[in-house]
């Protein structure tokens, strides 16, 4: 972990400092940790931990000493520091907010069971989530990419449901990633390269992507070697592991699913969005979860639609499914794409791409169709918790017909460091152009820093990182590297609502109260970075 040196409070800095260091001996237990095998010096710290429970004592180099003179003084001798014991071993996989047991007393309806449900104050544990039994440290990337030690995810069961599609194969004690997909099993580099044939996937025009029901995230995986950072995402469901592979492959992703709740990312973030066999009904509930796509789409932002029900009239016997109900189905999906004002730019074979218009411009009609109820602009990003709704997010507004709605960004890599759109704007109150570009060079001179502390920092072994308060995304700017991605986190009680400039930087990320679990799996993050966090929570 990380904390941003030169603090103007020293007094508050001390307490800060005691928690992050008693947070380093416990945090290596969630940190994918428990390694057998490291090769760098948090490695062994966590292997003595593994042996020795949660006794920080084991660790005499760390000291718990206040490094500045204030108020707050060392702790008294009276009071005992709380020692967290291990969870029994059948918590080796809990997530706390999408348990099974706890899922299954929730309606079905509309995927209510599968989204986030977390326990109450009485349910919580308080012990450390353990590790598989034989858990090692993870490949480095690029290798991890396509094996997984079997030790860290021992599940079995999609090699055999999902054999002759490629996703996973057993292979003596690691898992091997093929690259195949329900609806690419001949492998993702071949079906991204259909999609490049329509999409500006080479030039840096499309830089962050969503995939819906993601499986073992492949298709991130994939696209990633292409410089292209997809957010994948799906349910914690009988599909067993498929996130958790995901992301013991390196690949970002989080358990969520499409149901009733808005997805937790800011409106106008993604470049393109992707669905291949998700089973998602898009043309129910009014095209809400379209809708929902659409509010997430960038203006010029691309969409793709592979498997049913797209080629219906070739393909309904092979899916065994009326042809009539397949109709109905594209029909359907059809006619809210039109409502969004997207333009079908292509459908060959059992792909379809649809691409959202930059602005509204040409989309006036659209305002006397009685099916169009537009949402409040205000609460597009209005999103923790909060209910979907069957209404369309409007554009920016634009002062010509071929200006970009909401501003036109820079190809990547060039759009890292360029001045995002809502902030050129105005559109984030308190933050100018002068704020983001010093705080760009206050983090290239700390993570310079902690590179020195840490050489283990981009060498392919620290895969997955989390910014627990990521503010301008100045601290995943400054380490991008094609071995590692940032989860880029907004805390719903910031002062700022920022994560939508992280985005327009092409970096990714999502909403969440630190008040409750994250959206992942144990052992997720090989590195946790959490700068102001404290401070931000000391009174919660």
């Known amino acids: 972990m990380a904390l941003k040196p030169n603090s103007p409070d020293g007094r508050t800095r001390s307490w800060v400092q005691i928690f992050i260091v008693f947070g380093l001996c416990c945090f290596f237990y969630i940190l994918g940790a428990w390694q057998r095998s490291g090769f760098g010096k948090g490695d062994s710290i966590a292997l003595e931990i593994t042996k020795h429970g949660a006794d920080c004592n084991i660790i005499p180099s760390l000291n718990f000493e206040t490094h500045h003179a204030g108020e707050v003084g060392n702790v008294g001798e009276s009071e005992k520091i709380k020692s967290f014991q291990p969870c029994p071993p059948r918590y080796v996989d809990y997530t706390p907010c999408q348990d099974q047991k706890r899922a299954m007393t929730f309606p079905r309806d509309n ?102 029901g993601c499986g ?17 995402f799906a349910p914690r469901d009988s599909h067993e592991a498929q996130v958790q592979f995901a992301l013991e492959r390196g690949v970002p992703a989080v358990i969520g699913v499409l149901g009733t709740i808005k997805m937790p990312y800011p409106s106008r973030a993604f470049d393109m969005a992707h669905c291949s066999r998700c089973l998602i009904p898009w043309g129910a509930n009014d095209g809400m979860y379209l809708k929902e796509v659409d509010r997430v789409l960038r203006p010029g932002g691309y969409w793709v639609l592979s498997g049913p029900p797209i080629n219906w009239r070739n393909n309904y016997k092979a899916w065994q499914r009326p ?35 930059v602005n509204d411009e040409s989309c006036r009609g659209r305002e006397d169709d009685s099916q169009a109820k537009f949402c409040k602009a205000e609460e597009a990003n209005d999103v923790w918790y909060k209910k979907m709704d069957v209404c369309v997010t409007p554009y920016p507004d634009v002062s010509s017909s ?37 705080d760009n060079n206050i983090w290239k001179k700390h993570v310079n820093a902690y590179k020195k502390i840490n050489r283990l920092i981009d060498s392919g072994r620290y895969r997955n990182i989390l910014d627990m308060n990521a503010g301008l995304g100045g601290f995943a700017a400054a380490l991008n590297s094609p071995k590692l991605w940032v989860m880029n ?18 970096l990714i990320g999502i909403y969440h109260d630190w008040c409750e679990a994250f959206s992942t799996y144990p052992r997720t993050y090989d590195l946790i970075h959490a700068h102001g966090l404290f401070s931000l929570y000391k009174d919660k």
Not at 170 to 177: L, P, Q
Not at 343 to 353: L, V, Y
Not at 489 to 506: H, Q, S
Request: net charge negative.
């Open 111 to 212: 995927m209510i069971y599968r989204e986030r449900h977390c326990p109450r104050e009485e349910e919580k544990l308080h012990c450390l989530v353990p590790a598989p039994t034989g858990y090692v440290t993870p490949f480095p990337w690029p290798k991890s990419r396509d094996y997984v030690p079997y030790a860290n995810a021992p599940y079995k069961a999609l090699t055999v449901e999902k054999a002759i599609q490629n996703w996973i194969q057993y292979e003596g004690n690691v898992f091997r990633f093929p690259g195949g997909g329900t609806q690419f099993p001949q492998g993702a580099d071949k079906y991204i390269d259909q999609l490049a044939a329509v999409i500006p996937i080479t030039n840096g025009t499309v830089r962050t992507a969503l995939d819906t």
């Open 216 to 232: 073992v995230a492949s298709w991130g995986a994939y696209l990633w070697s292409r410089n292209v950072l997809t957010m994948s």
């Open 323 to 357: 042809k009539e109900e397949l109709e109905e189905e594209q029909q359907k999906i059809e006619d809210v794409a039109k409502l969004l004002c997207w333009e079908k730019k292509h459908e060959k074979g059992e792909i379809a791409i649809w691409q959202k218009r």
């Open 402 to 438: 071929g200006e970009v709605a909401g501003g036109e960004l820079k190809p990547f890599p060039e759009r890292l460091f360029a001045v995002p759109p809502r902030i050129a704007s105005g559109s984030v109150p308190g933050i100018s152009v002068e704020t983001y570009e010093e």
């Open 489 to 506: 986190v907004m805390p719903t009680i910031a002062e700022k609502d920022t994560l939508g400039v992280i985005y327009e930087r092409g």
